[in-house]
Structures are given as structure tokens and as C-alpha cells.
């Protein structure tokens, strides 16, 4: 790779960006130099901008040795945004450079060095997909820009590193940086990696990803869409508490395809918003009809995503709806992931304020994923509180998990907030849950998520199969427990 280094390197110190230009330009001369050095260069730290690293790394390729293989080292900044918004350009740049200069002084002389964007750094060397030198430099890479210490934490650097190989990887220089960048989004993704090599399952996970975001718009407008309900049940008497509305997908030629990853698609652009809007109107308008058999459900249970709270207007939408929909707002419950507490409290905070203004009730879902504090719940008005069906499953053949929900079930109680077992499958799990006093539950026990007719055939008959579960009280079937039903 020799002959490859930075032409500009060779002649002033890159670390200046502009700076380094000569002092007796001035002029059309000046303005010659300027544009020239901006249409190769990053212009804050002197490293090649994603063009010229380009054409540089396509030149490099073609005129390697047969036997020489090259790892295109990707590394995005993860919180330069919150670096710029906390210090302005200056900060944020002052960052760029530094990252540039730590990697001028740890890779080889004859390594290429690139920024793309604000935010990524780009470097080639040699280095073969399975052998020890490779796998040195991109630990030298990565060794080098994790903090280390107090001095280095407090700079808050966080960095997400990709790295693909040529040939190996593929042959072609296009398809080599986005096979990184691939990589390095993983890594971002995952957070428990800082580095992730290529693999060829993530070209083929984010072309899929694109083709069900397309479908994903078509299939709003088309009615690929529907809801499904499950039941809530008051574990002490059997009474119906409500039911949590799912969505669900059925494409007419990809067939059923999962929340679990039409989710996370939408949530990473505007139709997250349309979803959630969606599922609203569907759930409270089968309420209603319901309500007009004779079947009005105490609580409908709708999920709103991270990225719908973050909306400043999402209060005021859900607001809207329900004047459209004419049901008491204390009908509706909110569930929210307990990792929006976790990532933002503030938000999470501000939010759950706003719905808990216009009636709405809120609950915080899978509780005991992200370890959420006592210090943190007891600032909330929150209704409902789930435990995660990981902390229930075989919860009758493990000491430590029924020491676990008897604590949660305790902290929810100090509370006031109604605690709800998700995920109930076996009638030893009812028994121990209902024992340690949790009110309510949901799971296949009682009903796997069902389309609206079957759900209304499963209310119908429901007083019924209730004796199956050891239920016998003869309360009305709707009733809800006073702990549940408070505003």
C-alpha cells in the first residue's frame, strides 16, 4: 500500500485543516488553493473528504498485490450530536480533530485515512479477515479511541466501529464501505460490541429492511394491517380487567411478518407515528362496538414506541382521537417501554404528565429489562405496572425469580399501581402469582391474541371456562378490582 498516504500530509501538518496553507497567498491564488484543498480534503481536519477517499481506496484496490488482502476500518461518532448541541461546532470539531490526530499517530504510514459527514472516520490497511496482524490493527484502532480513565470519561466519547475486508468481504470498493458502515451500525445497534466484522446476513438483513419499509407504506393505505386482543384477567376472581390490542401484519406476498421486526423499522422513520395513530383508532373503535353488544371492556390497552413519546404533539393526537372516538379517556391505557425512563427520565417524565392531564391511563411495560429505580418510579404518576413474562415463566420452579416478582409486586403496591404478570402459561404460574398477590394477568393461559370476532366469542364465553382456572367468584364479568379501575 505504499505510495497511498495523504499527498497533503506531505506537505504542512494536517492537523490544521485551512490553517495550513501558505501565509503569502492571497487572491485569486488563495481562493485557487482553497477550492482545490476543499475538494479533497476535510476542511477541519485535514483528512481526505469521502470522495477522494474513494477514489483513493478504488485506486488502491485495483493496483494491490493478488495476495494482498485490505480491512476498511469504519468508525462513527456516536454522540457527536449531543457534543455539538453541548458545545456548538467549535466543541464538536475541536472532537473531529482530536479523533483525526489519534489516528494519524496509531495506523501504518501507508494506511488511508478519511471523514465522512460530521460524524465518521474512515480508515484502509492491510490486514487479512483471519489473520493476527489484522486483527491487531483494528484493536489498536479501537484500543485508541475508548476513554481510559477519569480525564478521558469526561470527554464522553462513544464510537461504533465496522470493519470489512478485501477480497474477502466482497470486490467491490463501493460495496466495501457500505459493507462497513453496515458493520459499524451494528455495532451501534447492539451496544455491546464496539467493533462488528461484515457479515453477509446484515446486506441481506438491511435490503430487506428497505423492502418492508416501502411495503410498510403501501400496506397502511391497503389494509394489510389489523389488531388482535388479548385478555387481562383479575387473577383473584377471573373478572375481565380489559384487553392489550396488538398489531399485526399479513402481507399478501410475504405473509405474516412479525412486530418484532416491522417495529423497529418504522420506529427509525415517520411511520411509527402513522402505526401508532393506526392502532389507536382500530382498538377504540372495537371498544365501542363492543360496548354497543353489551361487552364494554373496563380497560383497552394500546402500545405506544419510544419514538411516538419523543413526538412533541403525540398528547395532543391522542387527545384528538378521543374526541372522535366518544369513550371516557380512563378506557384507554398507554403501554410505555420502560427503556424510554431509562434513556431520557425527563421526557419520560414530561410525558406520562401530559396523558396523565387529559385522564389517560399509563402503564410501563416488561418492567425489570432496564432495572428501572424505586427513586425513579415514585416520580411518576403511572397506573399499571408489567412484569416481564422472563421473570414469570417457570416462576413456580424457581426460588430466586418468585423472590424477584415478590418484590416487584411489593414496590408496585407502595406505589398504588396495579401489577400485571404478562406471559402466564402454565396454571402453576397463575397459582404463585396470584398467592404473592399480584392482581392481574395475561398470557396463552387464558387466550393467545385473537382477531375481534374471536375475542368477542371469547368474552361470551369466558363466565364459563372460568371454573377451569380455579375462578368462582360471582361478580359481574367486566368488574374491574377498585386497585385497577382508580383514574
Known amino acids: 500500500m505504499t505510495g497511498q498516504r495523504l499527498d497533503f500530509a506531505r506537505e504542512a501538518d494536517p492537523d490544521m ?16 488553493q482553497i477550492l482545490a484543498f476543499s475538494q479533497r480534503f476535510d476542511p477541519q481536519t485535514g483528512l481526505l ?25 469504519w468508525i462513527d461518532l456516536v454522540n457527536m450530536r449531543r457534543e455539538f448541541s453541548v458545545w456548538g461546532w467549535t466543541g464538536a470539531e475541536a472532537m ?15 494506511a488511508l485515512l478519511g471523514r465522512f459527514g460530521d460524524r465518521s472516520f474512515l480508515v484502509a490497511t492491510s490486514a487479512t479477515k483471519l489473520g493476527k496482524t489484522g486483527r491487531r490493527r483494528v484493536q489498536a484502532v479501537m484500543d485508541l479511541l475508548t476513554p481510559h480513565g477519569r480525564r478521558e470519561a469526561e470527554a464522553s466519547r462513544e464510537v461504533a466501529i465496522g470493519v470489512a475486508f478485501f477480497p474477502s468481504d466482497t470486490e467491490s470498493p463501493e460495496d466495501l464501505a457500505r459493507f462497513a458502515s453496515l458493520a459499524a451500525g451494528r455495532a ?22 428497505h423492502l418492508l419499509e416501502l411495503e410498510m407504506r403501501k400496506g397502511l393505505d391497503q389494509g394489510q394491517f ?39 423499522i418504522a420506529e427509525r422513520s415517520e411511520l411509527i ?16 362496538q363492543w360496548r354497543d353488544l353489551g361487552l364494554a371492556l373496563p380497560i383497552v390497552a394500546v402500545n405506544a414506541s419510544a419514538a411516538n413519546l419523543r413526538a412533541d404533539d403525540s398528547p395532543r393526537m391522542v387527545r384528538n382521537i378521543m374526541e372522535e372516538i366518544p369513550i371516557a379517556p380512563t378506557q384507554l391505557e398507554l403501554e410505555l417501554t420502560e427503556s424510554l425512563a431509562f434513556d431520557d427520565e425527563e421526557l419520560f417524565t414530561h410525558r406520562i404528565r401530559q396523558l396523565r392531564a387529559i385522564d389517560v391511563r399509563v402503564a410501563i411495560d416488561d418492567f425489570g429489562t432496564r432495572y428501572t429505580g424505586f427513586n425513579v418510579l415514585k ?5 399499571t405496572m408489567k412484569i416481564d413474562q422472563c421473570f414469570i415463566r417457570g416462576i413456580h420452579h424457581s426460588p430466586d425469580m418468585l423472590a424477584l416478582c415478590e418484590t416487584i409486586v411489593a414496590m408496585a403496591r407502595q406505589l398504588k399501581m396495579c401489577i400485571v404478570a404478562e406471559g402466564i402459561e402454565e396454571l402453576g404460574e397463575l397459582a404463585v402469582m396470584r398467592k404473592i398477590g399480584c392482581e392481574a394477568g395475561q398470557g396463552y393461559l387464558f387466550q393467545r391474541p385473537v382477531a375481534a370476532k374471536e375475542f368477542t366469542a371469547f368474552m361470551r ?27
Request: net charge negative; charged share 25%; aromatic share 8%.
Open 379 to 383: 416520580k411518576l404518576p403511572l397506573n
Open 273 to 288: 407515528h402513522r402505526i401508532f395513530e393506526f392502532g389507536m383508532r382500530a382498538a377504540l373503535e372495537q371498544a365501542q
Open 96 to 110: 473531529a480533530r482530536r479523533i483525526a490526530g489519534m489516528l494519524r499517530a496509531v495506523v501504518d504510514d501507508d
Open 461 to 487: 364465553a369466558w363466565p364459563k371456562r372460568m371454573r377451569e382456572f380455579g375462578f368462582e367468584d360471582s361478580r359481574g364479568l367486566f368488574e374491574a378490582d377498585p386497585i385497577y379501575a382508580v383514574g
Open 17 to 32: 485543516g485551512l490553517e495550513c496553507l501558505p501565509d503569502h497567498l492571497t487572491g485569486d491564488e488563495l481562493d485557487r
Open 49 to 73: 473528504n469521502h470522495q477522494a477517499f474513494q477514489d483513493a481506496l478504488t485506486t488502491l484496490l485495483r493496483s494491490r498485490h493478488p495476495d494482498q488482502e485490505v480491512a476498511l476500518i
Open 188 to 209: 451501534d445497534y447492539i451496544k455491546s460490541q464496539r467493533v462488528v466484522a461484515f457479515h453477509p446476513r446484515m446486506n441481506s438483513l438491511i435490503m430487506r429492511n
Open 226 to 264: 389489523h389488531m388482535v386482543y388479548q385478555p387481562k384477567v383479575e387473577l383473584n376472581t377471573g373478572q375481565l380487567l380489559g384487553a392489550e390490542a396488538l398489531m399485526r401484519w399479513n402481507h399478501p406476498d410475504l405473509g405474516a411478518i412479525p412486530p418484532s421486526e416491522f417495529i423497529p
